[in-house]
């Protein structure tokens, strides 16, 4: 808040007293540097809820607020393979998140399995077939396949969990690199 504008909150007995070089003027300067770091904060609030604007140590806070938390602890103990990809995977979880109401309104669908992991993986050929009884003679109920392309194949635990996770518990899977 600027000096000017604390100064017309004041009753007008004291904003008669405010000139260059009174107390009051002292203080309402001092008070003005106070405020700036809480103003600062305030004017760029948006910032720290939006996941694609925020701070990297805000992401994994984000995450856990919208039940991804089991995914940054995947990350966390992949640390391996993640460490040389943490860019990219901090950029996906910030997708991820980013895509939160519409992968929880699917989630459990073949559909939003394949959005869900197509934004993790960051590439959008990924496929979820439904197998159904007309697909062979030896049908198998209940049974997704998931096709990836085989450069994410490094991925592999990483995207076995998000299947886990995702995919409704009577429902059987296999995944295939091409």
Wanted: net charge negative.
């Amino acid at each position: 808040m600027q000096t000017k504008e604390m100064l017309n909150l004041l009753p007008q007995i004291l904003r008669q007293t405010a000139h260059p070089g009174s107390p009051l003027e002292a203080i309402l300067k001092i008070m003005e540097e106070l405020h700036k770091p809480a103003e600062e904060i305030l004017s760029s609030q948006d910032t720290l809820f939006d996941p694609r604007r925020t701070r990297e140590n805000l992401v994994t806070l984000l995450a856990h607020w919208i039940n991804l938390e089991w995914l940054v602890q995947s990350y966390s103990i992949n640390s391996e393979i993640f460490s040389e990809n943490r860019s990219f995977l901090i950029e996906r979880l910030r997708e991820l998140i980013a895509n939160g109401a519409f992968l929880s309104k699917w989630r459990g669908t073949a559909p939003g399995l394949q959005v869900f992991i197509s934004i993790a993986l960051g590439d959008e050929r990924v496929r979820v077939v439904e197998h159904s009884n007309e697909d062979a003679d030896n049908p198998i109920p209940f049974h997704i396949v998931v096709d990836i392309n085989s450069a994410f194949k490094k991925f592999d635990s990483l995207i076995h969990q998000i299947i886990k996770k995702e995919k409704p518990i009577y429902v059987t899977y296999e995944v295939r690199y091409s």
